[in-house]
């Protein structure tokens, strides 16, 4: 088994949301650089310093982002940077405005995919999933064998011939296909079985990716108390559904009220909170063992829909970050999140 400390970074799905984890990213890179600095050492990108990554949805995009290869030798397609503009700049497009759209989303998918696609393509381009520079994994769910999909590749991988691969714009755009709001993703395996799968967002199952990406680094052989955990999430949704509101409620109620999908909110957000409690039990062991951070918080004033990409809710997101940074930590309250993120910018500096 390895010996030295393997660092993680998990990122939750969340639609438009992914603007709040992708600027804390861009903010860790920051402080990362400040450390190698001081430390007097070159700073790395950020698939340099951790040895795995996970992603659901559109955390899994991000953390395909930040791995895939670049055109330059050994640098990343993407810096944090690259991706608060995928949300910044490019959500209109993937998350329009269109007529009908309650009605649109009880008939079919809400939105085209293929704005979507083509950001995926122009920035992970033809990169294989096994290409990955360093070891990751996404989440999706296959509905013909009606199972969970790890889609997971880098170096710890690639001589492992029963991890099917994939091109990693098809990965990204299979662990974002969000029901009603996307069509689900048929996407061609490429090794070992030379198929076709149809996947749709890992959220249904795993919307906080970090349990999955915790077993995915006890399969490659990593000892339990060598791992280190930062998990990234997208805004608690904290709407409320009283007993007075939902006692009545059917079938078309549950997945469609004032403008939300209450079923869908439901479960990616009690899975994403199950998932933070777990991971909390499991690596958190005592006051000084604390190997699990997690940097997540309420969506005050910002709209929980995952689609709002209007320039008012992007603005939101922005603000809020900052109201998370400045907040005390979930699982460590006498830090604040800023405290906790500092700590790992320096943690990651003094790897080797």
């Known amino acids: ?22 600027l804390i990213l861009q903010r860790l890179e920051r402080l990362h650089a400040d450390a190698c600095a ?5 700073p790395k990108q950020l698939h340099q310093c951790f040895d795995l990554m996970g992603g659901t949805s559109t955390g899994g995009i991000i953390v395909a982002g930040l791995a895939a290869p670049g055109r330059i030798a050994g640098m990343a397609a993407s810096t944090p940077a690259d991706l608060v503009s995928i949300y910044a700049d490019h959500g209109r497009e993937i998350f329009p405005n269109v007529p ?11 939105y085209s995919a293929a704005p979507l696609e083509r950001v995926l393509r122009e920035r992970l381009g033809e990169s294989l999933l096994s290409a990955a520079l360093t070891n990751i994994v996404l989440c999706a769910y296959d509905t013909v064998a009606r199972q969970a999909r790890f889609l997971a590749g880098g170096p710890g991988y690639r001589n492992d011939p029963r991890e099917a691969d994939y091109r990693l714009r098809d990965a990204a755009r299979a662990t974002s ?5 996307f069509p689900p993703a048929w996407i061609e395996e490429l090794a070992p079985e030379h198929t076709k799968r149809t996947l749709i967002d890992g959220g249904v199952f795993a919307n906080d990716p970090s349990l999955a990406t915790y077993v995915e680094a006890l399969k490659l052989g990593w000892r339990e108390d060598r791992i280190e955990m930062l998990s ?19 079938a078309i109620s549950w997945l469609l009220h004032a403008g939300d999908h209450p079923l869908i909110s439901i479960l990616m957000q009690g899975a994403s909170s199950t998932t933070a409690y777990q991971m909390n039990q499991l690596l958190n062991i005592g006051p000084a063992d604390r ?26 997101i922005e603000r809020l970050v ?17 405290v906790l993120l500092e700590e790992w910018a320096a943690r990651l500096a003094d790897r080797a």
């Open 322 to 338: 900052e109201h998370w940074l400045a907040a005390t930590n979930q699982f460590e309250p006498q830090k604040s999140n800023a």
């Open 177 to 181: 296909a969000a029901p009603t709001y």
């Open 232 to 250: 990234l999430g997208t805004g608690s949704q904290n709407r409320p559904y009283a007993y007075r509101l939902i006692d009545g409620w059917g």
């Open 291 to 316: 190997r699990y951070a997690r940097i997540d918080g309420p969506l005050a004033g910002v709209n929980d829909a995952l689609d709002d990409a209007s320039p008012a809710n992007i603005a939101a």
């Open 1 to 22: 088994m390895e010996q030295r400390t393997r660092f993680i970074l998990t990122v939750d799905g969340g639609g438009i949301r992914g603007l709040a984890p992708a």
């Open 100 to 110: 009908f759209k309650l009605l649109r989303g009880l008939l079919g998918p809400i």
């Open 38 to 42: 001081i430390r007097g050492k070159p």
